[in-house]
């Protein structure tokens, strides 16, 4: 896949992700349950993929990436 087809279709997620957390959302603990939510879904799809052992620690290792950027990307 093309990154511009992977910035875009990240957008789109995070576009409804907001949407869903706007609407649903009446205190900050409630964003957070929507964004575990989200995670949720990632998580599924990545041992769907891959496998439970590999899917963990490639979120891991994305989680630790993601927290140490000084830039943040779109994907």
Do not use: C, W
């Not at 998580?43 to 000084?70: C, H, N, P, W």
């Amino acid at each position: 896949m093309k990154p511009a087809k992977v910035s875009e279709l990240t957008k789109k997620v995070l576009q409804e992700a907001s949407k869903i957390a706007k609407e649903h959302s009446e205190s900050e603990e409630d964003t957070i349950f929507i964004a575990n939510a989200f995670l949720n879904a990632s998580k599924i799809l990545y041992t769907q993929a891959l496998g439970e052992e590999i899917a963990t620690s490639l979120l891991l290792e994305v989680m630790r990436q993601t927290f140490g950027d000084a830039d943040r990307t779109l994907h």
